[in-house]
């Protein structure tokens, strides 16, 4: 699929579009990627990734739920990129390239980072606090802050109304300031501000092959999920490397 010098232009003026992305093949190799990082993990084979609730317990669910093993490998991560329609996007970037591995402050891999999401059904514990995510990269100092960096979050297994990204239209217009507080990982930024300020979330509809694509400024969150399937959603960021200056 192609994507459009429209959908470009939206998402530089809005800060954020819901758009069609992957074809239904490039869908089906994506889910076939996590197949394989699930087994890999905790060797479980789920053929249907909207049962992975049914067939992993707890305590598997808390293995998958350690970012070293939602990376998708190099070789398939690599492949995921080659989508045409993944390269489309990029295409309409120059200079942007997909984010490194990076594992909390302290550790990074030379290697395109693609990852993926598993949220249960009615499991509070499985999405995260609301955040934009120009304060992790100014958190961890990343090495493209002198540019908009995109996301790219991808439905792999949604129920649309049900679950998904909650993503705060009010919020490309307001200055979020955040504060961070010190947890066992790391420190990790918290808004400082009234959440009044910038008024109320709106579910994004998405249905499987569907992107939300948002720069790192757009205040959002996952939705807890509602339906009785997992959701599942693959995250890819294009950022562009500052230049350094050469020294005098």
Same mark, same amino acid.
């Given at each position: 699929?192609?994507?459009?010098?429209?959908?470009?232009?939206?998402?530089?003026?809005?800060?954020?579009?819901?758009?069609? /992305?992957?074809?239904?093949?490039? /869908?089906?190799?994506? %889910? &076939? @990627?996590?197949?394989?990082?699930?087994?890999?993990?905790?060797?479980?084979?789920?053929?249907?990734?909207?049962?992975?609730?049914?067939?992993?317990?707890?305590?598997?669910? #808390?293995?998958?739920?350690?970012?070293?093993?939602?990376?998708?490998?190099?070789?398939?991560?690599?492949?995921?990129?080659? @989508?045409?329609?993944?390269?489309?996007?990029?295409?309409?970037?120059?200079?942007?390239?997909?984010?490194? +591995? $990076?594992?909390? &402050?302290?550790?990074? &891999?030379? %290697?395109? &980072? +693609?990852?993926? #999401?598993? $949220? %249960?059904?009615? =499991?509070?514990?499985? $999405?995260?606090?609301?955040?934009?995510?120009?304060?992790?990269?100014?958190?961890?100092?990343?090495? @493209?802050?002198?540019?908009?960096?995109?996301?790219?979050?991808?439905?792999?297994?949604?129920?649309?109304?049900?679950?998904?990204?909650?993503?705060?239209?009010?919020?490309?217009?307001?200055?979020?300031?955040?504060?961070?507080?010190?947890?066992?990982?790391?420190? #990790?930024?918290?808004?400082? @501000?009234? /959440?009044?300020?910038?008024?109320?979330?709106? /579910?994004?509809?998405?249905?499987?092959?569907?992107?939300?694509?948002?720069?790192? %400024?757009?205040?959002?969150?996952?939705?807890?999920?509602?339906?009785? *399937? *997992?959701?599942?959603? +693959?995250?890819?960021?294009?950022? =562009?490397?500052? $230049?350094?200056?050469?020294?005098?």
């Amino acid at each position: 699929m192609t994507f459009s010098t429209t959908a470009l232009n939206e998402l530089h003026s809005r800060g954020y579009i819901h758009t069609p /992305l992957l074809s239904s093949d490039e /869908l089906e190799q994506l %889910r &076939e @990627f996590i197949r394989q990082s699930i087994h890999d993990a905790i060797g479980v084979r789920i053929n249907d990734l909207g049962q992975y609730h049914a067939q992993v317990s707890d305590e598997q669910h #808390r293995i998958m739920g350690t970012k070293h093993n939602r990376i998708l490998k190099a070789e398939n991560a690599d492949k995921v990129l080659a @989508f045409s329609s993944i390269k489309s996007f990029q295409s309409q970037l120059p200079g942007y390239s997909p984010t490194a +591995v $990076v594992y909390g &402050e302290l550790q990074k &891999e030379l %290697r395109p &980072e +693609v990852y993926f #999401r598993v $949220v %249960r059904p009615g =499991k509070a514990s499985d $999405v995260g606090a609301a955040h934009c995510d120009r304060w992790f990269n100014e958190l961890y100092k990343a090495d @493209f802050l002198g540019s908009i960096s995109y996301k790219m979050w991808i439905s792999v297994q949604t129920s649309s109304g049900l679950n998904g990204l909650y993503i705060y239209p009010g919020s490309t217009t307001h200055g979020l300031a955040y504060k961070a507080i010190a947890t066992p990982d790391g420190p #990790r930024p918290t808004p400082d @501000f009234d /959440l009044s300020e910038i008024g109320a979330e709106e /579910l994004m509809p998405a249905k499987p092959g569907d992107a939300i694509i948002f720069n790192d %400024r757009v205040f959002h969150k996952g939705a807890v999920n509602a339906a009785d *399937t *997992t959701r599942v959603s +693959v995250e890819i960021t294009m950022c =562009k490397p500052d $230049v350094k200056s050469a020294a005098h």
